[in-house]
T-cell receptor, first 116, second 110 residues
Framework: NAGVTQTPKFRILKIGQSMTLQCTQD?????MYWYRQDPGMGLKLIYY???????DKGEVPNGYNVSRSTTEDFPLRLELAAPSQTSVYFC??????FGSGANVLTFGAGSRLTVL | QQPVQSPQAVILREGEDAVINCSSS?????VHWYRQKHGEAPVFLMI?????EQKGHEKISASFNEKKQQSSLYLTASQLSYSGTYFC???????????FGTGTRLQVFP
């Protein structure tokens, strides 16, 4: 099983460019999340989804957009990239949702983005 | 609001013990613990639900005091493989988010 797959692993963007980080999972998980991790810092929730067609904002959603057209895929779009978006982005999924006491997150390997 | 972890960093020799604390200003439903090795993704360790239960993983255990909104992670007889950054994540009542702390970096030397 592949688990959670993220692409690309590395990307350098110029200020103002746009791009999409891809995330796909093959575990049939309903819940998917995007976190960002700045150097030496913890994980900040950007957006999450509780199922196909349903998304909601996390702690730091500004400058990002998401969509969830299928159970497997949860792409993250950066519009008008800024240096403040330089970070490592982690996609994660879980079988159960929050409040279930069993929402174990499985993370992808991460995508390192640099905006210059 | 982000939970606060302490200490920020710990240096140990193999076989020594350590405690990592996680504190929140909100009433908590559960506390999660993850470990992240350098350059890798975080990996789940355990979830603790309200009720003060303890759980274990290898020689790592944790407790959750819901009244104090605190959790502690206990690492006993540390091994080199324990090195990494430990994050607590907290779930509050009536929210649908898992909020992570800033992490505690643990280094174990021979």
């Amino acid at each position: 099983n592949a688990g959670v797959t993220q692409t690309p692993k590395f990307r350098i963007l110029k200020i103002g460019q746009s791009m999409t980080l891809q995330c796909t999972q093959d575990m049939n998980h309903n819940y998917m999340y995007w976190y960002r991790q700045d150097p030496g810092m913890g994980l900040k929730l950007i957006y999450y989804s509780v199922g196909a067609g349903i998304t909601d904002k996390g702690e730091v959603p500004n400058g990002y957009n998401v969509s969830r057209s299928t159970t497997e895929d949860f792409p993250l779009r950066l519009e008008l990239a800024a240096p403040s978006q330089t970070s490592v982005y982690f996609c994660a999924s879980s079988k159960q949702g929050f409040g279930s006491g069993a929402n174990v997150l499985t993370f992808g390997a991460g995508s390192r983005l640099t905006v210059l | 609001q982000q939970p606060v972890q302490s200490p920020q960093a710990v240096i140990l020799r193999e076989g020594e013990d350590a405690v990592i604390n996680c504190s929140s200003s909100k009433a908590l439903y559960s506390v999660h613990w993850y470990r992240q090795k350098h350059g890798e993704a975080p990996v789940f360790l355990m979830i603790l639900l309200k009720g003060g239960e303890q759980k274990g993983h290898e020689k790592i255990s944790a407790s959750f005091n819901e009244k104090k909104q605190q959790s502690s992670l206990y690492l006993t007889a540390s091994q080199l493989s324990y090195s990494g950054t430990y994050f607590c994540g907290t779930e509050s009542y009536n929210t649908d988010k898992l909020i992570f702390g800033t992490g505690t970096r643990l280094q174990v030397f021979p």
